[in-house]
């Protein structure tokens, strides 16, 4: 199933509106994701999927999130074709809800360490932006790295439903950014709209599309283009030659000499790829010529 992207236009004002229900449900089957997990790892598929959207063809985007709580790495990845994929380190973290009856995603989060966005934009070196963590519950994560690293204001709301049964029934979220140019108007409009995507997660209860919800909080704005995305891993029995091949001749040899299967299983997508003895020995063979 494939989810979309809805961006729009007002003047200096840029909106990229994402539903990522079945992308984030998708990653919650693939890694068997607690409900913390899920809404920690959802928030940040469903902003990376959003910048993957920023982007132009061939170029790719990787949010690392470490901040030091139970939940370990959350690892995002998304390209322009929407294809997203990720994983967080201990999906089985479980936690008690706090004081307001939500699930304590910034304790799983942590609060102490930082989040990493890489970008390839096929330069020369790809880049880095590095920043502290805020709370923890990923929306503000961005709004900080949008406005330390990219020197975009922006405003950053970012929403997981899951059931009683872990199933993830919604997940969506929202990027407005005030573009180069903008003035005290564009402000003043963002700044009255923010209680509302504040509560973005209304929006995905009430399972308004991208459209509606730009359209509920602006008058006026143009819609440039609908993107689509959904998790994706594009790892293959090649790829994991080549890392087999990367170990180097003794461990392969010693691999084969065990003579038994290697399961190698991608982090991404918990996919889980077999390799015999006797494609060990055409890996080695490889090696040999
Ligand atoms: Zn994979």
């Not at 003047?11 to 409900?35: C, D, F, M, Q, S």
């Not at 061939?58 to 690892?75: C, E, R, W, Y």
């Not at 059931?163 to 700044?191: K, R, S």
């Amino acid at each position: 199933m494939t989810n979309k992207i809805t961006i729009g236009i007002k003047g200096n004002i840029r909106i990229y509106v994402a539903n990522t229900t079945e992308l984030v449900e998708t990653a919650r089957e693939k890694h068997n994701l607690l409900p913390v997990a899920s809404i920690a790892l959802g928030r940040t598929l469903t902003a990376t999927a959003m910048m993957g959207a920023m982007l132009k063809s061939d170029q790719n985007i990787v949010v690392i999130i470490n901040g030091g709580g139970p939940l370990g790495t959350i690892m995002a990845e998304s390209d322009a074709e929407g294809n997203v994929r990720g994983y967080v380190g201990d999906p089985t973290v479980h936690v008690t809800s706090n004081h307001t009856g939500k699930l304590a995603v910034g304790y799983a989060v942590g609060t102490s360490g930082s989040m990493q966005v890489i970008k390839d934009l096929n330069l020369r070196e790809p880049f880095t932006g590095n920043t502290q963590m805020v709370d923890g519950e990923i929306s503000k994560e961005f709004t900080y790295y949008f406005a330390t690293s990219e020197q975009t204001p922006s405003a950053v709301s970012l929403g997981v439903i899951v059931d009683e049964q872990n199933v993830v029934t919604g997940a969506g979220g929202i990027i407005i950014q005030l573009l180069p140019g903008h003035g005290e108007a564009d402000i003043e409009e963002v700044e009255a709209i923010l209680p509302k995507i504040e509560h973005f997660t209304k929006y995905i209860e009430d399972k308004k599309t991208g459209e509606e919800i730009i359209n509920d909080l602006f008058a006026g704005v143009k819609i440039l283009e609908t993107k689509t995305a959904k998790f994706n891993c594009k790892c293959s029995k090649e790829k994991m030659t080549a890392a087999i091949l990367a170990l180097g001749k003794a461990d392969i040899v010693s691999m084969i000499e065990k003579n038994e299967d290697v399961e190698i299983t991608c982090r991404y997508c918990s996919k889980t790829t077999k390799f015999t003895p006797q494609d060990l020995q055409e890996i080695k063979n490889k090696l040999d010529n």
